[in-house]
């Protein structure tokens, strides 16, 4: 597919769901929308969405990430595919009955851009997660060319999932931005737990970032963003 706009900016990925990927596309959307840059953020596909009270479906996801990049555009364009079922966004429109494909995906991710402008994409789970009826969110971050932001929840285990997704986006060859570990809520983390360490020994080419939870992600945003648009 061609495009009259070569997009620059971040495809925010993870390693796993639930790992904080929304709140820190919206803190970087914000902390770039403050500097004074035209972010074009986009939740393509967002599935598990309620039902407001008019019986339509709101993107929370989608919704946060709009507000943080100061209302541009409609929440139609940052998340036009927008479905009920907590799935895999490839098997909620599958049960839903929509055609959801990468060439869908990356139109809406595409559509309304000019050259100069941030596109912040997010995707949909895990790197290798299923997100179209033909595609990875790793093949729609293929076809947009975009670096990754990999965030990665900070516990035991986390290293063989953070090699194996850096692996697998030297195999498409794609820049790596960042690994984000998140060091979620776990009363049962080992105290002496330092993948962050380890981590650094094992990938020495790849910025590595910590942050605890939601405390520390603005900072971490801000200088993201410092860098980004330097």
């Not at 139109?107 to 179209?132: I, M």
């Not at 520390?216 to 801000?222: C, D, E, V």
Request: glycine share 8%.
């Amino acid at each position: 597919m061609n495009h009259a706009w070569t997009p620059t900016g971040l495809f925010v990925t993870a390693t796993d769901t639930g790992t904080g990927k929304t709140t820190l596309a919206s803190q970087l959307a914000a902390a770039l929308h403050a500097r004074g840059s035209c972010v074009r953020v986009r939740k393509p596909v967002e599935s598990g969405c309620a039902h407001d009270e008019d019986g339509n479906l709101l993107p929370a996801d989608a919704l946060a990430l709009q507000r943080a990049a100061g209302e541009r555009e409609s929440l139609e364009a940052v998340a036009p595919y927008r479905l009920s079922a907590a799935l895999s966004p490839a098997r909620a429109a599958a049960l839903e009955g929509i055609s959801l494909t990468l060439d869908k995906l990356e139109r809406a991710c595409l559509v309304g851009g000019r050259q100069g402008d941030f596109l912040l994409v997010e995707g949909a789970g895990g790197f290798y997660s299923p997100l179209a009826s033909d595609g990875l969110n790793a093949d729609l971050a293929s076809r947009l060319r975009l670096p990754l932001l990999i965030l990665a929840p900070d516990r035991l285990g986390v290293i063989g999932h953070v090699l194996l997704t850096l692996e697998a986006a030297a195999r498409r060859g794609l820049d790596v931005a960042g690994v984000v570990l998140n060091r979620l809520p776990d009363p049962e983390r080992p105290a002496q737990l330092d993948n962050a360490t380890e981590l650094s020994a094992l990938t020495p080419d790849t910025p590595l970032y910590s942050v605890a939870d939601t405390d520390g992600m603005a900072p971490l945003a801000a200088a993201l963003a410092e860098h980004l648009i330097r």
